[in-house]
Nanobody
Framework: VQLQASGGGLVQPGGSLRLSCAAS????????MGWYRQAPGKQRELVAD???????NYADPVKGRFTISRDNVKNTMYLQMNSLKPEDTAVYYC??????????WGQGTQVTVSS
């Protein structure tokens, strides 16, 4: 299983980015997928996840600003990030869960929010 994350970059505070995670497998049967992030000197944390039924879950710091979605035809997951803040700066990783824990990881994409 390979996951290819893309869409990161440098953006000013208040700006937007859309991350994509393309999977090398058919994700239709994957129950749960998600995005994590890791800032320098901090532990990796869950940002958002989405189930095969479309149910979503968000970390409190990103609620109302980020939207996670998946396209089972394109085998791709997305993270729309709006109203970005400097504290959103991190490397963002996509993952496919195996049961209740992350099983496969993408390579990460850097998001930097700075003026």
């Amino acid at each position: 299983v390979q996951l290819q994350a893309s869409g990161g970059g440098l953006v000013q505070p208040g700006g937007s980015l859309r991350l994509s995670c393309a999977a090398s497998i058919n994700i239709f049967s994957i129950n749960r997928m998600g995005w994590y992030r890791q800032a320098p000197g901090k532990q990796r944390e869950l940002v958002a996840d989405v189930t095969s039924s479309g149910s979503t879950n968000y970390a409190d710091p990103v609620k109302g600003r980020f939207t996670i979605s998946r396209d089972n035809v394109k085998n791709t997951m997305y993270l729309q990030m709006n109203s970005l803040k400097p504290e959103d700066t991190a490397v963002y990783y996509c993952t496919l869960f195996r049961g209740s824990v992350p099983g496969y990881w993408g390579q990460g994409t850097q998001v930097t929010v700075s003026s």
